[in-house]
């Protein structure tokens, strides 16, 4: 299948330390997107920023930074932030769900601000240095908002248009709209990448019948459920438990590097649990006590359970809420 595959920002999972590693074990992936940060006003990256960002963490060769702000200066500044890095495309989060977020007019809520939008994009695609890609929704309420929308984004030359198909109101459960999907299919002057609940090969297969059209793909939760999903798209095989044994003690030993501690790497490991125990079959007690736990031994005595008593999937039952 032509497509090219990009895994999507997973805030608090797809960290430089998961994609490196996943990379390593895996691969498959074209491009890695990095979790969005929001620039603060003073134009100070903080040292989390900074070392997800860092090119000497970074060992995977195709990576996009993802911006989140109203302002364009604000935008700009961080545009020249990464392309000083040597990034050669950075992303607008124009998608971000989050009540916080939307409540400051960020992310989606930016959808919900069209004539400012519509300035912002003004200002950044005419002092951009850098290409500049977006990755948004249909709109705040209704999916019927996207018209209007579509219309400013086509206005403006940008790299690559990733669109979730829901609304801001709907998170990341329900019916995706793909009727309006392959409305901007027809109507997008820009190139489109799709996005959402994309968990196995077959609803990959079933996504390019639908839309032969589509280059891009980015994948999310099916990926951190399914580290080998790509590969298997790509005719290669399903993930092995010595594979997701290793990667995730990657991932454990990487956090606990990187944040000098075992409290908080076990917390991250949480997060990428709550996906990944999709893997195994018969893994809900195993997922209810990895939601409550605290301490870190807690933590690797759990981890412990899984690999010797759980059974490894061929591939996950989705859906993955
Ligand atoms: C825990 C979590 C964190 C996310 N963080 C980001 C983010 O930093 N930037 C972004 O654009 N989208 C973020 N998203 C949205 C995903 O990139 C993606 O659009 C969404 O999960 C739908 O795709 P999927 O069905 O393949 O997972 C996040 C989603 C989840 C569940």
Known sequence: MSLRY???????ITTFVFRNAHHRVFGGVDRYFLPFFSPAAEHILTNRELRDLDPANNTVPNLVPQVMTRRAEDFLWAAEQVRAMGYREVNLNLGCPSGTVV??????GF????EELDQFLDEVF????????????LGIRNPEEFHRILEIFNRYPIAELTVHPRVQKEFYKG?????????????????????GDLVTVEDC?????????????????GLAADPALLRK?????????GEVECFVQMLYEGYCVAYGQAGPAAQRMKELWFYLIHLFRGGEKQAKAMRRLKQPREYEQLEASIFRDLELREAVLGPLV
Do not use: Q
Request: hydrophobic letters at 45%; glycine letters at 10%; charged letters at 20%.
């Open 6 to 12: 990009a895994a999507a920002p997973l805030e608090g």
């Open 103 to 108: 409540a400051k007019g960020k992310g989606a």
């Open 111 to 114: 959808l919900g601000h069209l």
């Open 126 to 137: 005419s002092k951009a240095a850098v290409p500049v890609s977006v990755k948004t929704r």
């Open 175 to 195: 019916a995706l709209h793909r009727d309006l999907f392959a409305w901007a299919m027809s109507e997008s002057r820009n190139p489109l990448c799709y996005n």
């Open 205 to 221: 297969f079933t996504l390019k019948a639908e839309f032969p059209k589509v280059e891009s793909v980015m994948i999310g939760r």
């Open 233 to 241: 798209l790509r005719g290669g095989s399903a993930a092995t438990r």
